[in-house]
């Protein structure tokens, strides 16, 4: 097996020479979250020169916030969207293959509690095998009350029939962002976090480029592209106006909100992911296991604002203690809340007349501007791969860019990915996180020092030298995940992870808005 490469610096002096040394890029992409990023890796691995700009850190939105799962989509199976469904499925089995560390196969049962709920679901749920086929994960099996009760321990008993038990998958959103930032890296591509996309070049009406600044310096660099991706999820309206000639169109998405709440392990009770397909009021309710903790969600909130910190409501909240409480044999209270948190999801209006549309799926929707402007949102993480492949089609049907062969991401292992091995993304983090790069991680300073269990002082130098971050935040919410696990023990190592980063790059780590950020984590509406 060949060895696993070092892991590259990402040194952000040296980022910024190189920006300011090359002008000129085939690809320009703004965003930085799983669609910027899944559009950054396929275009460097055909060859494009690339460069990729994001405002603040990669998967600061919505890209972290997510549920943590792979999956096809059982409720768009029940809507009949079987092309979306099978898509998806396909997805799935790809990013299992080439981030093994980071995810993984995830059992489900979903509890009976009527006669008709276990044949009913079984019978979906075998479809959904059918559908995946040679990419599926396992068999569809139909539970009676003692295997249900196996599987999960902690699940409301009375009245309880039996259960189905399927697969799907699950993973660690912000780290796999960054392996796909990483991986890119790793093919030649630029990329920058905190350097903010503030204006959109144009000669002759057609986009020819942007201007950026370093948020930390304020200084700007302008960048010459031949194709400008606005990969920017829910706020991708706000560089369109940037655009000369789309000022006058209306915004082409509508945010939705979904509201997460972190418990402790004790209550699911092993290694299994409960599904409640109809709750009281005919919503969706997951309790997963991850990384040693529960996550209850989610809700579907319309939201009239962007905000990069949104709130959760009160009803939300209350939604979600209440139906876990129906399902579960101790029910969880406000006070069980380790952490809180939100993301928005980037749901697609129909387009205008006038703008040439791709509309790829009900997910996902690429836009062609008159300018030139290339839009990409919607979707979900499942199928990041298949977006960048449509965006890239997109491009070259303009001919913005060379038409190349697709395909080239399918069997791309990501880094870390080295030994192949698969990673128990249920049980609480650590050095396995880092799959093949482990060996690299041991030779920093501090390796033998735990901040907390999980986490040591040498994960934090990796996170400065090799992972891009930058402060506080980008530490304990996204390269470790402590602010999403449990937002108080986050607020008391933050000093601690200051101090490291600090002597690593001399950058400013932002310190009192993380203790802010955390303490906001940890209050519930």
Same mark, same amino acid.
């Not at 999820?233 to 706000?238: A, H, P, Q």
């Not at 000022?247 to 699911?268: C, M, T, Y």
């Not at 609480?428 to 907390?452: F, K, N």
């Given at each position: 097996?060949?060895?696993?490469?070092?892991?590259?610096?990402?040194?952000?002096?040296?980022?910024?020479?190189?920006? $300011?040394?090359?002008?000129?890029?085939?690809?320009?992409?703004?965003?930085?979250?799983?669609?910027?990023?899944?559009?950054?890796?396929? $275009?460097?691995? =055909?060859?494009?020169?690339?460069?990729?700009?994001?405002? +603040?850190?990669?998967?600061?939105?919505?890209?972290?916030?997510?549920?943590?799962?792979?999956?096809?989509?059982?409720?768009?199976? #029940?809507?009949?969207?079987?092309?979306?469904?099978?898509?998806?499925?396909?997805?799935?089995?790809?990013?299992?293959?080439?981030?093994?560390?980071?995810?993984?196969?995830?059992?489900?049962?979903?509890? /009976?509690?009527?006669?008709?709920?276990?044949?009913?679901?079984?019978?979906?749920?075998?479809?959904?095998?059918?559908?995946?086929?040679? *990419?599926?994960?396992?068999?569809?099996?139909?539970?009676? =009350?003692?295997?249900?009760?196996? +599987?999960?321990?902690?699940?409301?008993?009375?009245? &309880?029939?039996?259960?189905?038990?399927?697969?799907?998958?699950?993973?660690? !959103?912000?780290? %796999?962002? %960054?392996?796909?930032?990483?991986?890119?890296?790793?093919?030649?591509?630029? &990329?920058?976090?905190?350097?903010?996309?503030?204006?959109?070049? +144009?000669?002759?009406?057609?986009?020819?480029?942007?201007?950026?600044? !370093?948020?930390?310096?304020?200084?700007?660099?302008?960048?010459?592209?031949?194709?400008?991706?606005?990969?920017?999820?829910?706020?991708?309206?706000?560089?369109?106006?940037?655009?000369?000639?789309?000022?006058?169109?209306?915004?082409?998405?509508?945010?939705?909100?979904?509201?997460?709440?972190?418990?402790?392990?004790?209550?699911?009770?092993?290694?299994?992911?409960?599904?409640?397909?109809?709750?009281?009021?005919?919503?969706?309710?997951? #309790?997963?296991?991850?990384?040693?903790?529960?996550?209850?969600?989610?809700?579907?909130?319309?939201?009239?604002?962007?905000?990069?910190?949104?709130?959760?409501?009160?009803?939300?909240?209350?939604?979600?203690?209440?139906?876990?409480?129906?399902?579960?044999?101790?029910?969880?209270?406000?006070?069980?809340?380790?952490?809180?948190?939100?993301?928005?999801?980037? @749901?697609?209006?129909?387009?205008?007349?006038?703008?040439?549309?791709?509309?790829?799926?009900?997910?996902?929707?690429?836009?062609?501007?008159?300018?030139?402007?290339?839009?990409?949102?919607?979707?979900?993480?499942?199928?990041?791969? *298949?977006? #960048?492949?449509?965006?890239?089609?997109?491009?070259?049907?303009?001919?913005?860019?060379?038409?190349?062969?697709?395909?080239?991401?399918?069997?791309?292992?990501?880094?870390?990915?080295?030994?192949? /091995?698969?990673?128990?993304?249920?049980?609480?983090?650590?050095? +396995?996180?880092?799959?093949?790069?482990? #060996? *690299? &991680?041991?030779?920093?300073?501090?390796?033998?020092?735990?901040?907390?269990?999980? @986490?040591?002082?040498?994960?934090?130098?990796?996170?400065? =030298?090799?992972?891009?971050?930058?402060?506080?935040?980008?530490?304990?919410?996204?390269?470790?995940?402590?602010?999403?696990?449990?937002?108080?023990?986050?607020?008391?190592?933050?000093? =601690?992870?200051?101090?490291?980063?600090?002597?690593?790059?001399?950058?400013?780590?932002?310190?009192?808005?993380?203790?802010?950020?955390?303490?906001?984590?940890?209050?519930?509406?």
């Amino acid at each position: 097996m060949p060895s696993t490469p070092a892991p590259l610096p990402t040194r952000r002096a040296d980022l910024l020479a190189r920006l $300011a040394a090359q002008p000129a890029y085939d690809v320009a992409v703004v965003g930085g979250g799983a669609t910027g990023l899944g559009v950054a890796l396929d $275009a460097a691995a =055909r060859g494009f020169s690339v460069v990729l700009v994001e405002s +603040h850190d990669f998967a600061k939105g919505t890209s972290s916030r997510s549920t943590k799962l792979v999956h096809g989509g059982v409720r768009y199976l #029940a809507q009949g969207n079987i092309a979306l469904v099978r898509e998806a499925l396909h997805e799935r089995s790809t990013l299992l293959h080439n981030a093994p560390h980071l995810a993984q196969p995830l059992a489900f049962v979903m509890p /009976s509690y009527r006669w008709w709920e276990t044949p009913f679901y079984g019978l979906g749920l075998t479809a959904y095998d059918m559908l995946a086929g040679r *990419a599926g994960l396992g068999k569809t099996e139909l539970l009676n =009350r003692a295997d249900t009760l196996r +599987h999960l321990p902690t699940v409301a008993p009375q009245g &309880l029939r039996g259960g189905v038990k399927y697969w799907d998958g699950q993973f660690n !959103d912000a780290r %796999l962002a %960054l392996a796909l930032a990483r991986t890119a890296a790793a093919r030649g591509a630029l &990329l920058l976090n905190y350097c903010e996309a503030v204006e959109l070049s +144009h000669h002759d009406g057609q986009i020819t480029g942007l201007v950026c600044a !370093d948020t930390l310096s304020g200084q700007r660099f302008p960048i010459h592209a031949r194709c400008v991706v606005n990969a920017t999820g829910v706020w991708v309206d706000r560089l369109r106006e940037k655009d000369d000639l789309a000022k006058a169109h209306r915004p082409i998405v509508a945010p939705s909100q979904g509201v997460h709440l972190v418990v402790d392990r004790e209550f699911l009770g092993g290694d299994t992911a409960l599904l409640v397909p109809k709750t009281a009021d005919g919503r969706v309710l997951f #309790a997963v296991p991850w990384l040693g903790k529960v996550i209850l969600g989610t809700t579907d909130t319309a939201r009239p604002g962007l905000e990069l910190e949104p709130q959760a409501l009160k009803e939300e909240v209350d939604f979600i203690l209440n139906e876990a409480g129906r399902c579960l044999r101790k029910a969880p209270t406000r006070a069980d809340v380790k952490s809180i948190w939100v993301g928005l999801r980037p @749901l697609v209006k129909p387009p205008e007349d006038g703008e040439g549309s791709a509309s790829i799926s009900r997910e996902h929707t690429v836009l062609l501007g008159r300018s030139g402007l290339v839009t990409v949102t919607g979707g979900k993480w499942t199928t990041y791969r *298949a977006m #960048a492949e449509d965006v890239l089609a997109k491009c070259a049907e303009r001919r913005l860019i060379k038409r190349r062969p697709g395909g080239v991401t399918t069997r791309l292992p990501l880094v870390g990915a080295g030994n192949g /091995s698969q990673v128990p993304l249920e049980q609480a983090p650590g050095e +396995h996180s880092y799959g093949s790069e482990q #060996a *690299a &991680l041991r030779e920093l300073p501090g390796q033998d020092i735990t901040l907390c269990p999980g @986490l040591t002082e040498a994960m934090v130098r990796f996170a400065a =030298r090799h992972e891009y971050a930058i402060t506080v935040e980008d530490v304990l919410a996204r390269r470790s995940r402590l602010l999403f696990l449990d937002a108080r023990l986050a607020r008391q190592l933050a000093p =601690r992870v200051a101090a490291i980063l600090a002597e690593e790059h001399g950058l400013p780590v932002q310190l009192p808005e993380f203790q802010a950020l955390a303490q906001r984590y940890t209050q519930l509406p």
